[in-house]
């Protein structure tokens, strides 16, 4: 991934956030089963990996910065998405209710989509005014991203981890 690609780390996450809605798009047109769990699959990693970029550098780089709530807010989101995204990966297209799961999360992952990008009081919108330098959040998030994308290629990637909701287990 060239560096060039995207000028900042608000830039790249926003990358992110098309690639997922096409994802989900493309899931909604799916008719065969292998194709439907396969896009799935795909849509996990990405959010996967997406989530720990967000929560190891950049949500990190901005506590005390922008608003805590705010922050804190992102953090459950992410751990509702994260209990979707264990339970897609573990299921299949002919399990009940699979294709809702898909769905609820897509409806999840847009609405904090919609959190993060508002034009004004959103996070990104948040994060621009503060000092944090944007283009070296970026370097570091590649070096991460290209790291969890070829360990997902290879070994594939653990179940997400909740850091703000607890689970309890079944």
Do not use: W
């Amino acid at each position: 991934m060239a560096t060039s690609q995207f000028t900042d780390a608000i830039a790249l996450l926003k990358a992110d956030h098309r690639k997922v809605e096409t994802l989900f798009e493309e899931f909604e047109k799916a008719r065969s089963s292998n194709r439907k769990q396969s896009i799935a699959h795909e849509i996990c990693v990405e959010l996967k990996v997406h989530t720990l970029l967000e929560e190891e550098i950049f949500y990190p780089a901005f506590r005390g910065k922008i608003e805590d709530d705010t922050l804190d807010e992102a953090y459950v989101e992410h751990d509702g998405a994260k209990l979707l995204i264990n339970d897609i990966e573990a299921g299949s297209p002919e399990d009940d209710f699979y294709d809702a799961k898909v769905k609820v999360l897509s409806e999840e992952i847009k609405h904090h989509v919609h959190e993060e990008e508002m034009q004004s009081e959103g996070m990104f919108a948040q994060c621009r005014k503060t000092d944090v330098d944007l283009v070296a959040l970026r370097d570091q998030m590649l070096a991460l991203k290209e790291e969890l994308m070829a360990k997902a290629k290879s070994d594939g990637l653990p179940p997400a981890q909740p850091r703000a909701v607890n689970v309890v287990p079944a």
